[in-house]
Structure formats: structure tokens, C-alpha cells
């Protein structure tokens, strides 16, 4: 079993930032592919980033050079700095992980192990 807790979510307005992390625990190796997705009301979960099996970084297009995803192996722990928030950005951000030998495209990823959640609000 693997637990996920994520945090740094909150209430920003339009341009600012915020740094979510999230601490995992249990069965996970830092080799384990790990994503950062998210869903808004009324809208279908995307994948805002996640992190390939051999430590590349992927996006989602409409990131656009705004968020960086970031892993630390020592601590298990995923990051998400997003920078030049937008209302379209708020939602609930949610990480997922799974473990690198059943893949690590987000769909993969997406069948794995799953947090709570911390919500994103960014005001005009």
C-alpha cells in the first residue's frame, strides 16, 4: 500500500503562486512514476504533470512553461511550483503514484495509488 498527503493548496488571485507538495509512505521506491492531475467542477480529471520512468518531466499543454514538477527521492515527496495562476487553474489537485514496472505513462500512473486532494482557488 502506498499513501499519498498532499498540501499547499489555497486561495490566490490571477499571476500568483503556489507550491503543493506531496508526501508519500509505504510501499514506494524513488524510482516509482509519480503525477500531479487535476479536476475541476462539471469538468473531466487532466493531467497537469507527471514525472516518466526515466525522470524526464511531462506537461500538460496548458501549462505553457508555468508549473514545474519536481521529485525528491530522499524524502519521497512530489512537488508542484505554479507560477502565473489563472481561474482556469483552480481545481482540485490531486497526486498520483504507482510503481515503475507497471508503467508510468499518465494512464498508467492514473491506476495507481491516489491522495485527497488540496484545492486550488485563484481569483480574478
Known amino acids: 500500500q502506498v499513501q499519498l498527503l498532499e498540501s499547499g493548496g489555497g486561495s490566490v488571485q490571477t499571476g500568483g503562486s503556489l507550491r503543493l507538495s506531496c508526501a508519500a509512505s509505504?510501499?514506494?521506491?524513488?524510482?516509482?512514476?509519480m503525477a500531479w492531475f487535476r479536476q475541476a467542477p462539471g469538468k473531466e480529471r487532466e493531467r497537469v504533470a507527471h514525472?516518466?520512468?526515466?525522470?524526464?518531466?511531462y506537461y500538460g499543454d496548458f501549462v505553457k512553461g508555468r508549473f514545474t514538477i519536481s521529485k525528491d527521492n530522499d524524502n519521497n515527496s512530489l512537488y508542484l511550483q505554479m507560477n502565473s495562476l489563472k481561474p482556469e487553474d483552480a481545481a482540485m489537485y490531486y497526486c498520483a503514484a504507482r510503481s515503475m514496472v507497471l508503467g508510468c505513462s499518465p494512464d498508467a500512473i492514473a491506476d495507481g495509488y491516489w491522495g485527497q486532494g488540496t484545492q486550488v482557488t485563484v481569483s480574478s
Open positions: 509505504g510501499q514506494i521506491s524513488s524510482s516509482d512514476c
Open positions: 514525472i516518466g520512468d526515466e525522470g524526464r518531466s
